[in-house]
């Protein structure tokens, strides 16, 4: 019965270098969305997924930032040419079919030094 | 634009005491409305959720109270515990198959005991 399962836990890429952040969704969720916590602030939403879809990506940054939920396989958040002001935590939650409760993974901190 | 405002931003409270965290939202499509609990190093866990057919649910200690009117709801501590001390987080969402929460910025509640 194992829940959201995000890896690496911790992560740290110097500027410029790709970072790639996975999320397992619970067993049985198929809808899948990404956050970011900055220090001291609240979790801002980044994308929503589903299976091979992306529903909304209203709150990804418009360069170096991309999201897959593929077929098989986790979902993956994709930083290309990571700037200091990515370092934060990012946290993926998923939901049964019909929404309503998300359940977050440990989060994924990133470290851009 | 911030959807969901929630308040204080930080809280402390003597053990047996009553912590009070309030949110207000802005969109009246809003029909579905969690609270997290999120420990240091950790992701955000669910603590509690109710919809505005509702005024008021409790579960153990914590009782949500629903104003649909004023749009604006809060999360009730009784007997707060040392244990309790972690960042609370509201949030809020619409139906229409996506069910993305909105958070508000958090209140790092402090027990002492």
């Known amino acids: 019965n194992a829940g959201v399962m995000q890896n690496p836990r911790h992560l740290v890429r110097r500027r410029g270098q790709e970072a790639r952040l996975r999320c397992s969704p619970m067993k049985g969720h198929s809808h899948v969305y990404w956050y970011r916590q900055l220090p001291e602030e609240g979790l801002k939403f980044m994308v929503y997924?589903?299976?091979?879809?992306?529903?909304?990506e209203s709150g990804m940054p418009k360069e170096r930032f991309s999201a897959e939920f593929p077929k098989e396989g986790p979902s993956i958040l994709r930083i290309q040419q990571v700037v200091r002001g990515d370092s934060a935590a990012y946290f993926c939650?998923?939901?049964?079919?019909?929404?309503?409760?998300?359940?977050f993974g440990q989060g994924t901190r990133l470290t851009v030094v | 634009q911030q959807q969901v405002k929630q308040s204080p931003q930080s809280l402390i409270v003597q053990k047996g005491g009553i912590s009070i965290i309030n949110c207000a939202y802005e969109?009246?499509?809003?029909?579905?409305f969690p609270w997290y609990q999120q420990f240091p190093g950790k992701g955000p866990a669910l603590l509690i959720a109710?919809?505005?057919?509702?005024s008021e649910k409790k579960e153990g200690r914590f009782t949500i109270s629903f104003n649909k009117s004023a749009k604006q709801f809060s999360l009730h501590i009784m007997d707060s515990q040392p244990g309790d001390s972690a960042t609370y987080f509201c949030a809020a969402s619409e139906p229409g198959g996506s069910y993305i929460p909105t958070f508000g910025r958090g209140t790092s509640l402090i027990v002492h005991p």
């Open positions: 109710i919809r505005p057919d509702v």
């Open positions: 969109n009246t499509a809003f029909d579905y």
């Open positions: 939650a998923s939901s049964g079919p019909r929404g309503t409760e998300a359940f």
């Open positions: 997924l589903q299976k091979e879809n992306i529903i909304d």
